[in-house]
């Protein structure tokens, strides 16, 4: 069964700095590895979705990266803002049936500073 | 945009009563999804359908039924509502490319019961 874990659970970072947040897995048959953004009270936003069969994507300011024969996934934050503060979920998305599954981190909560 | 969106944003429900969780989404979207979001544990799957009238069961479907009479439509039934099924329920839903098609989650729906 698929675990996915995200360390540290907690980050607070200085308003400009570049950042990476961690999630780790367990099983490396997964179809995709998404990253996702949950403000307060809201539901998830997604950011990024890495195919199995790529090794990174890319969308402004956020750069996640896959490696699949290490069980690990990274999300670059580039020039960190306070606008994103909120928590970071990832998720692996294994197959079943036709429906892809996905198997959620537990989340890192980011705070950027003034 | 993809919009998906729950029914009702706050519900309180008392022991015993059965409970309807609508979810509508906009995109044509074969896939979709319930999960509920416990503190310290994540998301967790409980219903999914990838086409109309058809379900398959997530890892916490106890207590729990479904219905998906229209493909836009996805309602969670909970039976007689518990204590431990006070959460947050997240309805998704996902294109029928399970390799490239991220998951559309709505603002959520927190429901408690007493």
């Known amino acids: 069964k698929q675990e996915v874990t995200q360390i540290p659970a907690a980050l607070s970072v200085p308003e400009g700095e570049n950042l990476v947040l961690n999630c780790s897995f367990t099983?490396?048959?997964?179809?995709?590895l998404q990253w996702f953004r949950q403000d307060p009270g809201k539901g998830l936003t997604s950011l990024l979705l890495?195919?199995?069969?790529?090794r990174e994507q890319t969308s402004g300011r956020l750069n996640a990266s896959l490696d699949k024969s290490s069980g690990r996934s990274t999300l670059y934050i580039a020039a960190s803002q306070p606008g994103d503060s909120a928590t970071y979920l990832c998720?692996?998305?294994?197959?079943?049936?036709?429906?892809?599954?996905?198997?959620f981190g537990t989340g890192t909560r980011l705070q950027v500073t003034l | 945009d993809v919009k998906v969106t729950q029914s009702s944003r706050y519900l309180v429900k008392r022991t015993g009563e059965k409970v309807f969780l609508e979810c509508v989404q906009d995109?044509?979207?074969?896939?979709m999804f319930w999960y509920r979001q416990d503190p310290g544990l994540g998301l967790r799957l409980i219903y999914f359908?990838?086409?109309?009238?058809?379900?398959e069961k997530g890892d916490i479907p106890e207590g729990y039924s479904v219905s998906r009479e229209k493909k836009e439509r996805f309602s969670l039934i909970l039976e007689s509502a518990s204590t431990n099924q006070t959460s947050m329920y997240l309805c998704?839903?996902?294109?029928?490319?399970?390799?490239?098609?991220?998951?559309?989650f709505g603002n959520g729906t927190r429901l408690t019961v007493t």
């Open positions: 995109m044509d979207h074969e896939n």
């Open positions: 998704a839903s996902s294109g029928w490319d399970s390799y490239n098609s991220p998951l559309h």
């Open positions: 359908s990838y086409d109309v009238k058809m379900k």
């Open positions: 890495i195919q199995s069969s790529q």
């Open positions: 998720a692996g998305g294994g197959p079943t049936g036709t429906a892809s599954k996905l198997t």
């Open positions: 099983d490396s048959a997964i179809y995709n």
